[in-house]
């Protein structure tokens, strides 16, 4: 494989909250390469969106990166300290589309002159030739009559439009990363579908890396070239997507396929995961999963496993795939969503 | 699946429901709308955002009030102007689950108020210890601990407080709960707790529920039959498992397309169908509403109709 755009190694990532430090990303690492879609998932809370917000120096204010390094262009961004660093990265070389259109937008400018500032701030564009670029982009992010539409304001375009918008302001700079963080969650799913074909048709036209945040699995399915499955702060598996989707290794990762009501059985319970995650004021030990993991072993409560290699792209951070693990199956879900894709490859 | 001889619980005829737009033409949310719920089933409604869905559920718990048509409650009309039994006996027997865990519960209320509300306000207790003893049976149901009765709802999770939402709900013994995307708001590994939640009250209880969502899958998960709707209107109602196989009417084909499978090679090959509904020439004539196989109905003109029945053959 290439060399990665973008290489985050051992990051750790802390907020001091009510006197207290929290430990929201421990030791995460992760390499993006050119040209590729990441996808990012795993529930609420563990982690995935401020993990992505250290590259982008948007961490809240209480937050810091603890130590690690993220590598990019030869600098190290987790050293940056000044806003004027990261102007020279955030927004001109790594872009984001956040969650909900519905706030993401300034309700009292018109979408010609929200996405026209991004132009006239890194670009040094002005005047006509600004205006004119503006439009372009609207039409290409498929809002139809740009013209027209570039003098409306936000409470004139529907939540699918405006998400559009907000990814018109995200490639006006021709970054070369776009990090996605949920950008379909509020949509309904014909409008999902619609934003999901514009992102992966950008990404081909502009040659965009993408890094993904979701929480539902069947979009993952949709745009990603390879997985990273998170859970309380860490990377704990990551793989093609068809290695995390037809062969999955981390007993998370089960949990969170078996879940999901595609795969279950109609009249029978869903498989849900027990308990809670954990917290992340407390020092984690061994593997953050093991307490609500029906089958974990022993040293999963003593020692946190490393990355085991499982292909040349695939590795998980489990136990089970040490030699001297006892052969655990997966779960009745996992093994007949194999049997059904295995059939199919017949 | 055979209706004929079940008892249908709900009856909705010709439903009509209006917004007053100030100074303009009422706005009609919900039109023509017909369809039975059966005791015991599970009903799925599906439609995208500002199809009505919510609307239709909000109409048979007389949130809203019906500009037309009939509703029916085991076989007695319950819209409009009602006895005051039948308004008391509807009020107990039809219950509603909310879609927001996080705004749907009195913030400044304890758990004990929240669940024991309806109690309270149609006297439906003999005394304290009856209405305490109701309150913790039904906490014990919906798996919380009985000392949740004392605390309030910013000290729950999101799944805690949508089995508060059930408990509520739950507490007046209702026959028919209207379940309106309970789960959306819920995180992922919370979602499958309070659908496996639901299906065991569904057991225990022999309830009956409308599911409103506007995720299929889910959807096809829980539902016995699923009514699809678009603009205020039904275009499709039939079994899950023969909607989801052969869909016929062209919107509900593009919702089903546009369904996210957890799967990377499918996904990769589909292609998402956009409806059009400038596709259907209805000026000569006008849709009609027609059972076109047994227990699966669609919305059609007599040429689509005819299509529709090349589809399943």
Same mark, same amino acid.
């Given at each position: 494989?290439?060399e990665?755009?973008?290489s985050?190694?051992?990051?750790?990532?802390k907020?001091?909250?009510? #006197?207290q430090?929290?430990?929201?990303?421990?030791?995460?690492? @992760?390499? @993006?390469?050119?040209?590729?879609?990441?996808a990012?998932?795993? +529930?609420?809370? *563990?982690?995935?969106?401020?993990?992505t917000?250290?590259?982008i120096?948007?961490?809240d204010?209480?937050?810091?990166?603890?130590s690690?390094?993220?590598?990019?262009?030869?600098?190290?961004?987790?050293?940056f300290?000044?806003?004027?660093?990261?102007?020279?990265?955030?927004?001109?070389?790594?872009?984001?589309?956040?969650?909900?259109?519905?706030? =993401?937008?300034?309700?009292?400018?018109?979408?010609?002159? %929200?996405? %026209?500032?991004?132009?006239?701030?890194?670009? #040094?564009?002005?005047?006509?030739?600004?205006?004119?670029?503006?439009?372009e982009?609207?039409?290409?992010?498929?809002?139809?009559?740009?013209?027209?539409?570039?003098?409306? !304001?936000?409470?004139?375009?529907?939540?699918?439009?405006?998400?559009?918008?907000?990814? =018109?302001?995200?490639?006006? *700079?021709?970054?070369?990363?776009?990090? *996605?963080?949920?950008?379909?969650?509020?949509?309904?799913?014909?409008?999902?579908?619609?934003?999901?074909?514009?992102?992966?048709? @950008?990404?081909?036209?502009?040659?965009?890396?993408?890094?993904?945040?979701?929480?539902?699995?069947?979009?993952?399915?949709?745009?990603?070239?390879?997985?990273?499955?998170?859970?309380?702060?860490?990377?704990?598996e990551?793989?093609?997507?068809?290695?995390?989707?037809?062969?999955? %290794?981390?007993? !998370?990762?089960? =949990?969170?396929?078996?879940?999901?009501?595609?795969?279950?059985?109609?009249?029978?319970?869903?498989?849900?995961?027990?308990?809670?995650?954990?917290n992340l004021?407390?020092?984690?030990?061994?593997?953050?999963?093991a307490?609500?993991?029906?089958?974990?072993?022993?040293?999963?409560?003593? +020692?946190?496993?490393?990355?085991?290699?499982?292909?040349p792209?695939?590795?998980?951070?489990?136990?089970?795939?040490?030699?001297?693990?006892?052969?655990? +199956?997966?779960? +009745?879900?996992?093994?007949?969503? %194999?049997?059904? !894709?295995?059939?199919?490859?017949? | 699946?055979?209706?004929?001889?079940?008892?249908?619980?709900?009856?909705?005829?010709?439903?009509?429901v209006?917004? &007053?737009?100030?100074?303009?033409?009422?706005?009609?949310?919900?039109?023509?709308?017909?369809f039975?719920?059966?005791?015991?089933?599970?009903?799925?409604?599906?439609?995208?955002?500002?199809?009505? &869905?919510?609307?239709?559920?909000?109409?048979?718990?007389?949130?809203?009030?019906a500009?037309?048509?009939?509703?029916?409650?085991k076989?007695?009309?319950?819209?409009g102007?009602?006895?005051? /039994?039948? /308004?008391?006996?509807?009020?107990? &027997?039809?219950?509603?689950?909310?879609?927001?865990?996080?705004?749907?519960?009195?913030?400044?209320?304890k758990?004990?108020?929240?669940?024991?509300?309806?109690?309270?306000?149609?006297?439906?207790?003999?005394?304290?210890?009856?209405?305490?003893?109701?309150?913790?049976?039904?906490?014990?149901?919906v798996?919380?601990?009985?000392?949740?009765?004392?605390?309030?709802?910013?000290?729950?999770?999101?799944?805690?407080?949508?089995?508060?939402g059930?408990?509520?709900?739950?507490?007046?013994?209702?026959?028919?709960?209207?379940?309106?995307?309970?789960?959306?708001?819920?995180?992922?590994?919370?979602?499958?707790?309070?659908?496996?939640?639901?299906?065991?009250?569904q057991?225990?209880?022999?309830?009956?529920?409308?599911?409103?969502?506007? /995720?299929?899958?889910?959807?096809?998960?829980?539902? /016995?039959?699923?009514?699809?709707i678009?603009?205020g209107?039904i275009?499709?109602?039939?079994?899950?498992e023969?909607?989801?196989?052969?869909?016929?009417?062209?919107?509900?084909r593009?919702?089903?397309?546009?369904?996210?499978?957890p799967?990377?090679?499918?996904?990769?090959?589909?292609?998402?169908?956009?409806y059009?509904?400038?596709?259907?020439?209805?000026?000569r004539?006008?849709?009609?509403?027609?059972?076109i196989r047994e227990?699966?109905?669609?919305?059609?003109?007599?040429?689509?109709?005819?299509q529709?029945r090349?589809?399943?053959?």
């Amino acid at each position: 494989m290439s060399e990665p755009i973008l290489s985050a190694r051992d990051v750790v990532v802390k907020f001091s909250l009510r #006197g207290q430090v929290l430990t929201a990303i421990r030791e995460a690492s @992760l390499d @993006l390469y050119e040209g590729e879609s990441l996808a990012i998932v795993g +529930e609420s809370g *563990c982690g995935k969106t401020v993990f992505t917000k250290t590259f982008i120096g948007m961490l809240d204010a209480n937050g810091w990166v603890d130590s690690g390094s993220i590598m990019f262009e030869g600098k190290d961004l987790a050293r940056f300290k000044t806003e004027r660093e990261w102007l020279s990265i955030r927004g001109k070389k790594i872009a984001t589309v956040f969650q909900d259109p519905m706030t =993401a937008l300034n309700p009292l400018r018109t979408i010609g002159m %929200q996405i %026209q500032e991004v132009l006239e701030l890194h670009k #040094g564009m002005s005047g006509v030739e600004a205006r004119e670029h503006t439009v372009e982009i609207l039409d290409q992010v498929g809002i139809r009559d740009p013209e027209v539409r570039y003098s409306h !304001y936000p409470h004139e375009f529907s939540g699918g439009m405006r998400q559009r918008v907000v990814i =018109a302001i995200a490639i006006a *700079c021709d970054p070369l990363i776009l990090i *996605c963080d949920e950008p379909t969650t509020a949509l309904d799913v014909t409008i999902q579908a619609q934003i999901l074909e514009l992102i992966r048709s @950008l990404q081909r036209r502009l040659g965009l890396t993408l890094i993904y945040i979701t929480h539902d699995l069947g979009v993952v399915a949709n745009v990603a070239d390879r997985v990273a499955v998170m859970y309380a702060g860490d990377i704990i598996e990551y793989g093609t997507a068809e290695e995390i989707f037809y062969n999955p %290794q981390h007993p !998370y990762t089960w =949990a969170l396929l078996s879940s999901l009501p595609q795969l279950g059985i109609k009249g029978k319970p869903l498989y849900s995961i027990k308990g809670t995650p954990p917290n992340l004021f407390s020092e984690i030990r061994g593997d953050a999963f093991a307490p609500r993991n029906p089958r974990a072993l022993k040293i999963d409560f003593v +020692e946190r496993p490393p990355y085991f290699q499982v292909s040349p792209t695939h590795f998980a951070r489990t136990w089970l795939l040490d030699p001297r693990a006892p052969k655990v +199956e997966p779960p +009745e879900t996992i093994r007949a969503m %194999q049997a059904r !894709y295995a059939r199919r490859a017949v | 699946m055979t209706g004929n001889q079940r008892e249908a619980l709900i009856e909705v005829e010709g439903l009509r429901v209006e917004f &007053k737009v100030r100074g303009g033409k009422p706005f009609v949310a919900v039109d023509g709308v017909s369809f039975r719920i059966f005791r015991g089933e599970t009903f799925g409604l599906v439609g995208e955002t500002g199809s009505g &869905k919510t609307t239709i559920g909000r109409a048979i718990v007389r949130i809203n009030p019906a500009a037309a048509g009939v509703i029916k409650f085991k076989g007695r009309r319950i819209n409009g102007i009602i006895p005051k /039994d039948l /308004d008391r006996e509807v009020t107990h &027997k039809i219950q509603m689950i909310f879609q927001d865990p996080m705004a749907s519960l009195n913030e400044r209320a304890k758990v004990d108020y929240i669940v024991s509300e309806g109690l309270y306000n149609t006297r439906n207790y003999t005394d304290e210890q009856d209405r305490q003893a109701k309150v913790q049976k039904v906490l014990a149901e919906v798996g919380l601990l009985p000392e949740f009765a004392t605390r309030f709802p910013h000290e729950f999770s999101g799944g805690q407080r949508q089995r508060i939402g059930v408990a509520r709900a739950l507490i007046m013994e209702p026959e028919f709960v209207i379940a309106d995307e309970p789960i959306s708001s819920l995180d992922v590994s919370i979602r499958a707790q309070v659908l496996n939640l639901l299906s065991e009250l569904q057991k225990a209880k022999g309830l009956t529920y409308m599911f409103i969502s506007h /995720d299929l899958s889910v959807v096809r998960f829980i539902a /016995d039959r699923v009514a699809v709707i678009y603009k205020g209107q039904i275009v499709e109602l039939a079994g899950t498992e023969d909607l989801f196989r052969s869909p016929l009417h062209p919107y509900t084909r593009s919702l089903l397309s546009a369904i996210p499978t957890p799967d990377p090679r499918v996904e990769r090959e589909k292609t998402v169908m956009v409806y059009d509904p400038s596709c259907h020439d209805y000026s000569r004539e006008a849709p009609h509403w027609a059972e076109i196989r047994e227990g699966h109905f669609v919305l059609g003109n007599s040429l689509e109709m005819a299509q529709y029945r090349a589809l399943l053959a």
